[in-house]
């Protein structure tokens, strides 16, 4: 699964980069809400480095990794 960014024209959506996908593939649209001008933090919504995934892949491992018993 890959994420293209696109705007819509009020008739189709457009994207603003290259797309690799295949004629008549299948794809998922999310429109995001005017609040990213608002809050700018959601601009990072899709957005995760390598480094983030791995710290944050890790902190769930740890946490499965916890004994109920100790409570």
């Excluded at 890959?2 to 649209?29: H, L």
Aim: charged share 30%; aromatic share 8%; net charge negative.
């Amino acid at each position: 699964m890959n994420a293209v960014k696109a705007y819509y024209d009020g008739r189709v959506f457009v994207p603003t980069e290259p797309v690799r996908a295949k004629q008549n593939q299948s794809a998922v649209i999310t429109i995001l809400d005017d609040e990213t001008k608002e809050k700018p933090h959601l601009r990072f919504i899709g957005v995760l480095s390598a480094e983030s995934y791995e710290e944050i892949s890790k902190a769930l491992k740890d946490t499965q990794e916890v004994d109920s018993d100790e409570w």
